[in-house]
């Protein structure tokens, strides 16, 4: 048998004695970026990333295992996605410290920044280091401790203050000089090419502009104007912003067509006739919310009109009237719609549209049907027409019968095994497991930041060894979510069930379908052109279909 080296006893007997020594942190890196920041290259997120890795890096105690980012997010508060997140882990054990670049990183709110530094850190064992501030709380010899760490958070929130004053002043002063101060230009217009403040006509899109006013004019209704406009396939403002470039994210490009509301909100405004009309919201606690028209900000012909002052007034006065003939048309209130966000056109994939049918003699009959037709172009869908009533019929005829066939049967009865208690202990056990292989392996790596101080080990040797270990650990905690995700999906599972078939006993003896029952019941239901339902159950996702 060969010999242990000397060294190699050695190093067994140091990892042995120092596995409780040396604590490794879990480290969180957070980075916020205010708008004002961008002008500052010393505050740019990669720079501020650079800073604390260079750090983290001299001090081998600090595990990184995330990074947080919040750009573009004012310090005054702390209503910020990616610092919710990196709390929301804190609280979850996953972090043990947080790196920032300086303490205005944190915040540039005195009492708030205040009472997570001296109060919610220390209580929560949370490290907290500040770099180019030197504070770091584990230390004793903090630059700003004491006395001087409120006062630099005040000071912070004195600045971001002082900044924010400033911006709205010089905003408010460059509206009422009838300079524009949005980030896209109106649809119909584009920003001089020299001066970003100032509107010219865009020639692609604003004909497209002074031809819907002229529909308009001619008292078209909206519904009327949005067909047009998509069957003589003009572009929306949406994809014209997009093709050039001014918006790039999926969620602000839409589906294309044309809507009544993009067509309503041209028709009331009055950049279109060159007025400049601003100030119409105001940010309280960093919240936008209307302001009274009388404090809107309006400056006369700043930019050339697309449409005459005639007609503009022409057509607000059309849609006045319209507006005030249907508040003076008495009308009894609709019933409650209990199918609101779970009835959809199968073809299409739009939510079907409630319509009322009055009568003079009986109760009012309600219809579900497709408008894509009528409120996108003609031909868009194969359209869907069902009355609501027949809709409740079936469903509730169905519901009930799937307590009876085999299907209803199985689906009562599936969860039992989805949810035995022999899986869910199986799970149980492999977690803690996981987790107990989790402490020996962080355990090991403490004992290994030990020997490396010692020079027992050498730097390459070190982080190799290290970076074997943190692979394995995160693995394993990735096994771990997973297994937590299905145990709480086995849980919740088995609450759905035990609502599902308490609902299904209701409709069974006798109970109308309501409103309460549906959200027990349904998740989604598609109606096709023949009046066929597809039913999706909430009780494990089902899809079943219902027919006549």
């Known amino acids: 048998m060969a010999r242990k080296s000397r060294k190699g006893m050695e190093m067994d007997a140091v990892l042995e004695e120092a596995v409780f020594e040396i604590p490794v942190y879990n480290t969180a890196l957070y980075i916020r970026l205010s708008v004002e920041d961008n002008k500052k290259r010393g505050n740019s997120v990669e720079s501020q990333k650079s800073i604390m890795e260079n750090y983290a890096a001299l001090n081998p105690e600090l595990k990184i295992v995330d990074t947080y980012i919040d750009n573009g997010t004012t310090g005054t508060n702390f209503d910020r996605a990616g610092f919710k997140r990196m709390m929301a882990d804190a609280e979850a054990g996953k972090i ?130 949005v067909k047009r406009l998509n069957d003589g396939g003009f572009i929306c403002p949406s994809h014209h912003k997009k093709e050039t470039g001014l918006i790039t994210h999926e969620n602000l490009i839409g589906s294309g067509k044309w809507q009544t509301f993009t067509v309503n909100k041209i028709l009331c405004d009055e950049v279109y006739i060159g007025d400049m009309v601003q100030g119409k919201t105001k940010s309280i606690n960093h919240r936008q919310v209307p302001v009274s028209k009388d404090k809107w900000i309006v400056v006369r012909d700043t930019h050339e009109p697309i449409v005459s002052r005639e007609v503009f007034s022409a057509v607000q006065a059309h849609r006045e009237q319209i507006a005030a003939e249907s508040i003076a048309r008495a009308q009894s209130p609709y019933t409650l719609n209990i199918f609101k966000g779970k009835v959809f056109c199968a073809h299409c994939g739009k939510p079907l549209h409630r319509q009322r049918s009055q009568r003079k003699t009986g109760p009012d009959v309600y219809f579900l049907h497709c408008i894509a037709n009528s409120r996108i172009a003609k031909g868009t869908c194969p359209g869907v027409m069902v009355d609501e009533a027949e809709v409740k019929r ?155």
């Open 96 to 225: 043990k410290c947080i790196v920032v670049k300086d303490l205005s990183r944190l915040g540039r709110n005195a009492i708030d920044t205040g009472y997570y530094v001296e109060k919610y850190f220390p209580l929560n064992h949370i490290r907290f280091i500040a770099v180019t501030d030197r504070y770091d709380s584990d230390s004793g010899d903090n630059v700003h401790g004491g006395i001087i760490l409120p006062l630099k958070n005040m000071i912070n929130e004195a600045y971001s203050l002082d900044i924010g004053r400033k911006i709205k002043a010089q905003a408010r002063q460059s509206m009422e000089h009838g300079e524009y101060i949005g980030a896209r230009p109106p649809y119909g217009y584009v920003k001089h090419p020299r001066d970003c403040h100032r509107l010219v006509i865009d020639p692609e899109t604003a004909p497209v502009v002074r031809q819907i006013f002229e529909w308009a004019y001619e008292q078209a209704g909206l519904n009327t104007i």
């Open 394 to 548: 079936k469903l509730a005829a169905f519901l009930c019968s799937q307590a009876v066939t085999p299907t209803g049967e199985n689906l009562l009865s599936r969860q039992r095994g989805m949810i035995a208690d022999e899986r869910r202990d199986a799970a149980a056990s492999q977690a803690a497991q996981l987790r107990q292989g989790i402490g020996d392996k962080q355990r090991f790596l403490q004992g290994l930041y030990e020997t490396f101080v010692k020079g027992i080990l050498t730097r390459g040797e070190y982080f190799t060894m290290k970076a074997e270990y943190e692979k394995r650990i995160t693995a394993a905690m990735d096994e771990i979510a997973l297994l937590e995700t299905e145990m709480r999906l086995y849980e919740s599972s088995a609450a759905a069930q035990i609502g599902w078939k308490d609902g299904i006993r209701q409709l069974d003896s006798g109970a109308a379908l309501n409103a309460e029952l549906m959200n027990r019941l349904v998740e989604r239901i598609e109606i096709n052109s023949d009046k066929t339902l597809v039913v999706t159950c909430r009780s494990e996702g089902l899809e079943v279909y219902a027919h006549d």
